[in-house]
């Protein structure tokens, strides 16, 4: 028996996780309530050393995400940055 059918039999209120499978836009990833791998502070690493970086990733290995992640951070999303590694203040 998985967690949400015992959650059920004993009357509580089955939450889902919600996985972004296919997702590559940040904003509603977190605006939707997504599960996120946080990478923001190696981001911030990224974006402060000011070297230039190749993407080379296998398709679906998140690419694009990250890049709209980035396009958030250079935008000042602040609100999509609350309770992650790199809060932008």
């Known amino acids: 028996m998985n967690s949400c059918n015992f959650a059920v ?3 509580h209120q089955c939450t889902m996780t919600k996985y972004p499978i296919g997702l590559q836009n940040f904003q509603g990833l977190r605006e939707d309530g997504y599960v996120y791998v946080d990478k923001t502070a190696l981001i911030h690493e990224m ?3 000011g070297k230039y970086y190749f993407l080379s990733r296998p398709r679906r290995f998140g690419k694009s995400l990250l890049l709209s ?5 250079f935008q ?3 609100d999509l ?5 790199h809060f932008i203040r």
């Open 47 to 49: 974006v402060s050393s």
């Open 9 to 11: 039999a004993f009357q």
């Open 81 to 85: 940055f609350k309770g992650l590694a």
């Open 69 to 73: 992640t980035i396009e958030a951070y």
């Open 76 to 78: 000042g999303k602040k």
